[in-house]
């Protein structure tokens, strides 16, 4: 890891850059910290966009994150809820579908690094 002051742009100068239905993830690697952005179109949903790609039931990857923008609903496997919104910070379990609530796209950013290397990928 290099040492000192370090910046990579998630805009001009992603690692990585995921298309997917509805949707596009950034990945950046700064020294050991892992961080994407992801904008969810209107319409994105879980078990309609990545389960196709990933092939399991239900979303297996622990996400902390911060939504910037837009409206997301999560349902865990257990049947808990909950909407998350603009600013809200969370930690979404192993274990849920999740889809875009409302007209607006759905921006966060993501810091697990399980997710950031594998969300999306077959």
């Keep these: 890891m290099a040492d000192g002051l370090q910046k990579k742009n998630l805009d001009t100068s ?4 995921r298309t997917f239905d509805h949707g596009v993830m950034k990945t950046a690697t ?3 910290f892992e961080v994407a952005r992801e904008v969810l179109e209107p319409g994105w949903k879980w078990s309609e966009d990545i389960k196709p790609i990933v092939g399991t039931d ?5 996400h902390y994150g911060v939504l910037l923008s837009g409206r997301m609903k999560v349902v865990a496997d257990d049947g ?3 909407e998350v919104g603009p600013n809200d910070a969370y930690i979404i379990p192993p274990g849920h579908d999740a889809w875009v609530v409302g007209d607006e796209p759905a921006s ?3 810091f697990s690094r399980e997710a950031v290397e594998r969300f999306a990928k077959g």
């Design 30 to 32: 700064v020294g050991d």
């Design 108 to 110: 966060g950013l993501e």
């Design 14 to 17: 992603p690692d990585e850059t």
């Design 80 to 82: 808990s809820e909950m």
């Design 58 to 62: 239900s979303c297996q990857f622990q």
